[in-house]
């Protein structure tokens, strides 16, 4: 037995389109700032454990593959391409009520769609924010690499993208949590 694709009010749906649009554009535009204003790899201080630092991510997130050669990009493109596309119809079929996951959904559809667009039209995904701490010690936590000569630990830098896909992902568990995410999509 098959089952048809049904959309729920899709009409009602555009403002949610256009809040992942809002996401492109801003990660986009931020990107771009950051390519004409800074030099790759050379902090720029914006406030006290922030600095803008320009980086060019050839790999997935925290760098991952960015050393395989270059199919990494076509694949992470193609993944990126059809997680777009599935995001976009399960938006569709979710009942307009749901407001926090069909926000999730928008925010992680934007940031994906940013990433997308540097991987294909650039190569590589442009990194741009640099958050860090002090640690005399040099020891940093799990995920964070340390610059000895500034005793400093950094997170990888992100951007406005990687931010709206983790905003998104963090509203999709508080709507598990509310458990609102138990109610069938299709009514």
Known sequence: MSRQLQ??????????FVLSLLVLVLDQVTKAWASTQLEIAQPVVFAPYFNFTLLHNYGAAFSFLSDAGGWQRIFFSVIATSVSIFL?????????????????????LGGAIGNLWDRIYLGYVVDFIDWYYVSPSNECLPFFYSIFSTQSCHWPAFNIADASILLGAFLLIVDMFLGQGNVNSDH
């Open 88 to 108: 976009i119809f399960w938006i569709l079929r979710l009942h307009p009520t749901k407001k926090i996951e069909i926000a999730g959904l928008s925010f992680i």
């Open 7 to 16: 959309l729920t009010e899709p009409k009602k749906k555009w403002l949610w």
